[in-house]
């Protein structure tokens, strides 16, 4: 990707400043964002406005008309007061609120607000900038450094979800622009694979190597269109993405210990690349677990005296994972229109209800109004895909099944008197292979 590709992640990820909702009536929320992009040296380009709006038709109720010039501001000593959207439990701020008691609005805004010193000093640490790297960095850790952000709402008069969701879904969007579509992948029969496991520290391992083997898939995603394209796992937070993005893994020890990446993922792409980003993710998937079996195949030759039937390695290793992915175009007015009638009865009752909800207008040029839709309609397709995966059976050649599954054939040589080999050696002396 060219610079100018990161460079309008940037912007559409700070089309709004993290602070918006307390600067509201004080300063214009484009000036203040103008300000924080000017210490990047880069200027908004309203090209990205499209994005902000999926993203908005996506993340809310549409707002009738009439009501659209209103904006709700945080002045009063009392307020802000938020009630999490689901659970109804109230975040009061007591100590925004006695600050703007104390001291006014005025000040409280001052404080409280976004600084943009917290951009600066992620430029500081590059010579000459990266800016997929300062991307990277920025959507990291901006959150962590600006946590408010995740109580202060997207927009005051439907508080349903926090600012940083917000420019997630736009930064992601404009990847996409002109194309959008959803792809989700998925690894069928983990389970089968792991309950395989003979012991808790097989459980541990298998959960790891499957976080390890989707997380090569998401990889393509994150270079293709960045890591707010992928939509779950959430990866802010991620150690997998954390040690991606550089951070030191020592640093990282205890999350490392947690296989936290299951095995499917759903994203954001560009729908016209669609086919090559997913084969680009399998090719990837099936390449980490060949890479890994042939390390384990080499400590096996490096480091024991148990030699392996080469050909049957090969077909195991070859057959003993399946991907299963699939993808579809958001729909919009147009599409909804034509193949209505061909769509699940109680997917488009639910579809022509929302769009009683929004204008007339914007129901047929914000494509957003459509992702419930698509989502669920690529679920069915994938739940589809993924009962036909490659259930592969192999013939008896060996005269002994392997002792974990039972089923396949046991891949070491026996002795002379035709009994299993065990394994001897403790693997805490088997020394690390890069």
Not at 107 to 129: C, G, P, R, T, W
Request: glycine residues 4%; proline residues 4%; aromatic residues 12%.
């Amino acid at each position: 990707m060219n610079s100018k590709f990161w460079q309008d992640k940037i912007k559409a990820f700070l089309h709004d400043p993290p602070d918006k909702a307390l600067i509201l009536g004080y300063i214009a929320h484009e000036k203040r964002r103008d300000a924080i992009l000017q210490t990047l040296k880069l200027t908004y380009d309203k090209r990205l406005d499209s994005a902000d709006h999926i993203a908005s038709a996506m993340q809310r109720i549409d707002l009738p008309l009439e009501m659209q010039s209103y904006h709700i501001y945080f002045k009063d000593p009392v307020k802000p007061v938020f009630k999490h959207t689901l659970s109804g439990e109230i975040e009061n701020l007591d100590e925004l609120k006695d600050y703007i008691a104390r001291y006014g609005d005025g000040k409280a805004v001052d404080v409280y607000s976004f600084n943009l010193e917290i951009i600066k000093k992620h430029l500081k640490k590059q010579s000459e900038i990266d800016w997929k790297k300062t991307y990277f960095h920025l959507w990291k850790y901006l959150p962590e450094e600006y946590p408010l952000g995740y109580f202060l709402p997207a927009d005051t008069r439907i508080p349903d979800h926090s600012i940083w969701d917000h420019l997630d879904v736009t930064a992601a969007i404009s990847s996409c622009l002109g194309s959008l579509g959803l792809l989700s992948l998925k690894m069928p029969a983990v389970q089968e694979f792991i309950s395989q496991s003979r012991k808790l520290s097989d459980l541990w391992a298998s959960s790891h190597i499957f976080s390890q083997l989707i997380f090569e898939g998401i990889k393509v995603i994150i270079e293709e269109c960045g890591p707010d394209a992928v939509i779950y796992p959430h990866l802010r937070g991620s150690s997998l993405f954390d040690i991606y993005i550089g951070v030191e893994p020592t640093r990282l020890r205890d999350q490392l210990q947690v296989a936290n990446i299951p095995n499917t993922f759903l994203s954001f792409i560009p729908s016209k690349r669609a086919d090559e980003i997913a084969r680009k993710c399998e090719d990837k998937i099936k390449g980490r677990w060949k890479e890994i079996a042939g390390h384990l195949k080499k400590i096996i030759k490096e480091k024991t005296d148990i030699e392996i039937d080469e050909s049957l390695w090969e077909e195991q290793i070859n057959h003993a994972i399946s991907v299963s992915a699939a993808w579809q175009e958001v729909f919009n007015f147009d599409i909804f229109q034509d193949e209505r009638d061909e769509l699940p009865k109680d997917l488009a009752n639910r579809q022509e209800e929302w769009l009683n909800f929004v204008e007339e207008a914007d129901r047929r040029s914000n494509y957003g109004h459509f992702y419930y839709l698509t989502y669920e309609l690529l679920g069915t397709v994938l739940a589809q895909e993924s009962r036909l995966w490659d259930a592969w059976e192999e013939k008896p050649i060996t005269g002994k099944k392997c002792l974990m599954c039972g089923r396949r054939n046991a891949v070491i040589e026996r002795d002379s008197e035709g009994k299993y080999r065990y394994w001897q050696t403790n693997w805490k002396n088997l020394e690390k292979i890069e």
